[in-house]
Structures are given as structure tokens and as C-alpha cells.
């Protein structure tokens, strides 16, 4: 007979810890969270009634060690265990040790786990049960183009595209690296890969008396490096036909598990075939999409069916829900992870947004201030809109990420806003290759000149404010005309006085008021209201145009701080997991000199052209800084 669950430890971290938290206290539940030291300061860790630091491990460790996790559950009192995602929450060994310590697990059994924990089991598995399954295996059973996946995890990592049979050992190697790291086994396989193929998903929930539903599907197509990045309920590619075909094959799979609790049954959907991927026994990141269009809090659910609550009738879709994930990350630059302090998070959003609610919702693991450091993922948020269409949902949504101030760090904001109101995708036309065809260079403000003026304005009456003597006179004033003033930043040198320009080029606005905080300008007829906030050399300025920052120009420049030409240098901290060429050694241009780790993902830093390697400063293992010099490149 199951317990009551009173005291909940979340062995998780960041936005998911928050997540599950709300839902228990809620509940009436104790919640109690697990930290590294590099999270001391977390949102999370406060969020919780109770924390336990996780000693003797490292952060990129610590969050791995299901025995630590354990202890710490029954020094907290807890009596139950929720995973979250990622981590151990697919790891039966995990699960069978919180079983054994006499704890509640939050979660389907270890078998189950255990039964898809490997995903050339799993897809043996269910072809036997007539789901159907795409040709995997090795090199030859599938042929190319293939994908190389990790057997063990998800998320994207381990997972690498190859075209011809060259390029296979390099991918191979590649994968076990990354996926070893991550999860902690390096197995790899082949499978078919289709091009043009949606990613679709079926939510589906089971009891401890026998029942197992699908609460309908998930799109999940719009993703980089095979990790989703947009997620939206219903899909707009099934049809009612499909979605009965599509939630019985699911429903297949989990029964042929014996599945009690959350997990998702994933597809490639070709046309009108789809093809079984993989299950994830645990809380998808997408989950929210799927409350928001049934009207079911899927935590609450997981809390009540561990506790042995029959599940509830399948709710009829409502509206449409669109999810992005928000990250520290440089589209333009590869996807680069970002790491340092977010100086300022604001996104505007409902907090009486509910589960049958309407509006805007946000699922955060971060705050103004909050450091993202370089051991975890750098998924800040989840921004999360519904609407009664699909079209609204992604007004409403982009609308939202427009308005949203986030300083300190490069985010995906402006990618996002775009793909919510590209064509293609409010046409409903996305597949796993979107963005390898999007153009991911833009950004949104695509005149800068007028928040340059902004931010010259703004820095010339913050300078004013804390003037000594005639701090109330206007910047600049003279009792005669005399030169204008001049703001130099890096994109250019913003003249203003009677006039306005930035590098000699007029600009069209006149200034209506301006402050330290807040510049309203008028721009071609039409006012513009820019908020500005200055942090170190860099001022940011915000507006209905989007978000710009804008970097003070150096007046006593170090000349020390310029490196030789042809210098490859570390683009964010991380490790050196490997070395591929020598010093004196000649190379290609895109040749692969070394690799960097950084949050679990492998990051190549190649040839910018070809020539001769010298200086090479680094070997495996090493930890490297922002800006540190690799390695140099003379052509």
C-alpha cells in the first residue's frame, strides 16, 4: 500500500526544483532541495523549507551521486523522491536505491527504467510489441545519412549527423566522449536519419490499478544540436485521426512496461508514418504545454499516482500552448554557452497564470544577479503562452520575450522572438531541420543608432546627477553654442547637441526627455521610450524594438592586452578534453585543432585558415578562461 507523501526531496536542480516545489507546497508538502557548492546562492536552494549541501563531489558530479542524494533525503526526514529530469531521473539504479532506503520514488518502477534505459533494448522491445521503429543499428544496418545516439540519456548530447562513411570514426568518437560524460556510459549506436521528419511526442501517464492514458501531443521539431528549443500542444501536423493512432501506439508501449507515473513516448513523424524513438520515463521539460491545453497540474498528478490515486479521464484539448526555452547561449557564434552574472532577468508574465488559465506563464531557474557558472546546462527559463490559436499562443509569446529586459549575458531572446513570428512556423511548417535552414545572424533591433543616442544621453545625465555643483543644468549647457558632445563606444562615436550623430552619419531624432534610467526620443514622428541601465563599460537600452547593449569605448586602451594575429582563443571557460595537432604541425582551414567541454557539451575550435600551428599552450584536462590563448594559427 502506497504512503502519504509529507516531506519531498527533489533530487534536481535549477528550474525543475522550483517547479516541483510549487506544486508540493501546494499539496501541504515539505520540500526539501539538494545543492552543490557551486549552487549555494541558487534561487532553488531558498525556494525549498529545507537544503542540504551535497559534500566530497564535484558541481559537475554532484548532482550524480545517488547516494549522497539518499543520504540526504533521510537526514532531511524526507519520505519521497522526485527526480525531475535529467541527472538520475532515468537512472533504475537511482530508483531502486530510493526504493530500498524505504522511500516513496516519484516515478515509474526501476524495471521500466531499466527496460528503456538503453535505447537499442527499448526499440528491440517495441517492435516486438508492433510499434513501428526505424533501421538501427551499426553503419551498414542503416546506411547514411545516419545519426551516431547516445544509448543512455538525451538532451542532444552524444548525438552527431554523418553523411558518409569518412566522417563516421571522427562522429563515433565524438559521441562516446560526450555521452560518457554526460551520463556516464559512452555507448553509442546508428540510426536512420530522416531529413525532413517532425519530432512529435505523446504524454502519457499511468496508475497502480492498471489504467495508462495519453493526454495528446507535443511538437517538438524546432531544435539546435537535436535538443528542443520550441514545444507547442497540439501539434499542428496531426489531425484528429492521427492523434487517436499516434496516443494508441503509445499507450502500446507503456502498457508493454507495466508504466505507473509521467513519461513520454517520442516519434518522427514522416507525412502520415511515424516511427518510435524513444521513451522518457520521467517529467518531460515540455510539460508545461501539455497543462496548459489539458488543465492538469502533471506534477500534482505524479505526487497523487505515487501515492496510489487512480488517474482522472482524459481531458479534450483546449486552445494551444507554445513553449521556448530561454538560454545563455550565442546563436550567431555556434551556439555558444554564455557564463557569468545576469545582471538583470525581467520577463513579463502573469503570475495568476494557472493550469486552466489563459495569458502568459514563466518556469525560471534564475533571477536579476543570479551566476551562471559552466557546469550545467544554460537553459535560464521557460517562457510558456496560451491562447485560444495557435496564433494568438505565439503573439502572445513573442510578445512577451520583446518586452523582457536581460542584461549581463548574450540569451537566445532575439532568435526566439523570430522564430515565433517567421512564416514558416506560424504556417505550421517546421521539421527537425528548421534551423539549420533559419538564418540565425540577425537581431532585432536592426537600426541601433537611436539606443546608441539613448545611451549617450542617458550616461551625459547620470554624469550631470552626480555632479558636485549645477547638478540641475542640462549636460553640456553653455551660454553659447559651442562643439557638441561625444559618447565613444565600440559600434561608433554618438555626437549630440543640437544635432545628432554616430560616427559623423546625422541621425533623425530629437530628444523629448532623457534621464539617467529612461530616454524618450522622437524617431521619424513616432515617440520611442528606451529604459537604459549601465553596467561597468557596457550600457544596455531596452525599447519596443528589442534589447541592445553597447560597449563604452576604452579611453586609455592596455596595449598588453592585444594578442598576436592568428591566435585561437577560448571563447568560454571550460576543459581541454583533447588535443588533435601539434605545435609546427600545418593544417586547413576548419580543421579541428582542439576540443573544449563546456555544461556537458563538446565545443571544436578549428582552423580559421590554413597555416602552420605554433604556440599551442594546452593539453587535455587543462581548465581554460574566457579569452585565454589556445593556440595560434600563422598562415
Not at 297 to 321: F, I, K, M, Y
Request: hydrophobic residues 45%; contains cysteine; proline residues 6%.
Amino acid at each position: 500500500m502506497s504512503k502519504m507523501i509529507t516531506s519531498l526531496l527533489v533530487a534536481n536542480r535549477g528550474e525543475i526544483a522550483r517547479r516541483v516545489f510549487r506544486t508540493a507546497r501546494e499539496l501541504g508538502i515539505t520540500t526539501v532541495a539538494v545543492f552543490s557548492d557551486a549552487d549555494s546562492d541558487a534561487p532553488f536552494v531558498r525556494d525549498a523549507d529545507l537544503a542540504v549541501r551535497l559534500p566530497g563531489a564535484s558541481p559537475a558530479e554532484t548532482y550524480l551521486r545517488g547516494d549522497l542524494i539518499v543520504a540526504a533525503a533521510l537526514k532531511a526526514g524526507a519520505d519521497a523522491v522526485h527526480p525531475g529530469y535529467g541527472f538520475l531521473s532515468e537512472n533504475a539504479a537511482f530508483a531502486r536505491a530510493v526504493v530500498d532506503a524505504g522511500l516513496t520514488w516519484v516515478g515509474p518502477t526501476p524495471e521500466a527504467i531499466e527496460a528503456m534505459g538503453s535505447k537499442i533494448e527499448a526499440k528491440a522491445l517495441m517492435a516486438a510489441a508492433g510499434v513501428p521503429v526505424l533501421p538501427s543499428g551499426s553503419a551498414e544496418d542503416t546506411g547514411f545519412p545516419l545519426l551516431v545516439k547516445a544509448s543512455f540519456g538525451g538532451g542532444g548530447r552524444g548525438m552527431r549527423i554523418v553523411r558518409t562513411a569518412e566522417d563516421l570514426p571522427e562522429a563515433l568518437a565524438g559521441a562516446e566522449r560526450e555521452a560518457a560524460s554526460a551520463f556516464g556510459d559512452g555507448t553509442v549506436f546508428c540510426e536512420r536519419l530522416l531529413e525532413r521528419a517532425r519530432h512529435v511526442e505523446v504524454q502519457v501517464f499511468g496508475d497502480q490499478h492498471g489504467t495508462v492514458v495519453a493526454l495528446h501531443e507535443r511538437e517538438c521539431s524546432v531544435q539546435r544540436r537535436h535538443q528542443k528549443v520550441v514545444e507547442e500542444a497540439p501539434s499542428p501536423a496531426v489531425s484528429a485521426e492521427l492523434r487517436e493512432r499516434m496516443a494508441e501506439a503509445a499507450v502500446t508501449a507503456a502498457r508493454t512496461l507495466g508504466y505507473v507515473g509521467a513519461g513520454t513516448v517520442e516519434f518522427l513523424l514522416d507525412g502520415d508514418e511515424f516511427f518510435f524513438l524513444e521513451v522518457n520515463t520521467r517529467l518531460q521539460v515540455e510539460h508545461p504545454v501539455t497543462e496548459a491545453v489539458t488543465g492538469l497540474d502533471l506534477v500534482r498528478l505524479q505526487l497523487e499516482v505515487a501515492q496510489g490515486a487512480r488517474l482522472p479521464e482524459v481531458p479534450e484539448l483546449s486552445g494551444h500552448a507554445i513553449e521556448v526555452r530561454l538560454y545563455a547561449e550565442d546563436p550567431a557564434r555556434d551556439w555558444l554557452p554564455q557564463s557569468g552574472v545576469l545582471s538583470t532577468f525581467e520577463v513579463p508574465h502573469r503570475e495568476t497564470f494557472g493550469w486552466t488559465g489563459h495569458g502568459v506563464r514563466l518556469d525560471s531557474g534564475v533571477e536579476s544577479g543570479s551566476e551562471v557558472g559552466v557546469h550545467y546546462d544554460p537553459m535560464l527559463a521557460k517562457v510558456i503562452a496560451w491562447g485560444a490559436s495557435r496564433e494568438v499562443a505565439a503573439r502572445a509569446l513573442s510578445g512577451a520575450l520583446l518586452r523582457s529586459r536581460l542584461h549581463g549575458l548574450t540569451t537566445n531572446r532575439d532568435l526566439l522572438v523570430r522564430i515565433l513570428r517567421s512564416p514558416e512556423f506560424l504556417a505550421g511548417e517546421t521539421d527537425t531541420g528548421f534551423l539549420d535552414r533559419f538564418d540565425l545572424e540577425p537581431a532585432l533591433v536592426s537600426d541601433r543608432r537611436p539606443h546608441l543616442v539613448a545611451a549617450a544621453l542617458a550616461l551625459a545625465a547620470a554624469h550631470r546627477a552626480g555632479a558636485p555643483v549645477l547638478g540641475g543644468l542640462p549636460s553640456g549647457w553653455r551660454n553659447n553654442p559651442t562643439q557638441p558632445q561625444r559618447t565613444a563606444f565600440v559600434e561608433g562615436e554618438v555626437t549630440y547637441g543640437q544635432t545628432f550623430a554616430v560616427d559623423g552619419a546625422p541621425v533623425g531624432v530629437v530628444v523629448v526627455s532623457a534621464s539617467p534610467a529612461a530616454v524618450l526620443l522622437e524617431v521619424d514622428g513616432l515617440l520611442l521610450s528606451c529604459a537604459v541601465a549601465r553596467e561597468g563599460s557596457n550600457v544596455h537600452v531596452d525599447s519596443a524594438f528589442g534589447g541592445t547593449t553597447h560597449e563604452l569605448l576604452d579611453r586609455f586602451p592596455d596595449p598588453s592586452a592585444n594578442v598576436a594575429p592568428g591566435s585561437l582563443t577560448a571563447g568560454m571557460p571550460g576543459t581541454v578534453t583533447r588535443v588533435a595537432v601539434s605545435d609546427g604541425e600545418t593544417v586547413e582551414a576548419g580543421q579541428v585543432l582542439l576540443v573544449l567541454e563546456a555544461m556537458k557539451m563538446e565545443h571544436p575550435v578549428v582552423a580559421p585558415a590554413a597555416g602552420t600551428v605554433s604556440g599551442l599552450s594546452v593539453q587535455p584536462g587543462d581548465q581554460v578562461a574566457t579569452g585565454q590563448v589556445l593556440a595560434v594559427v600563422v598562415a
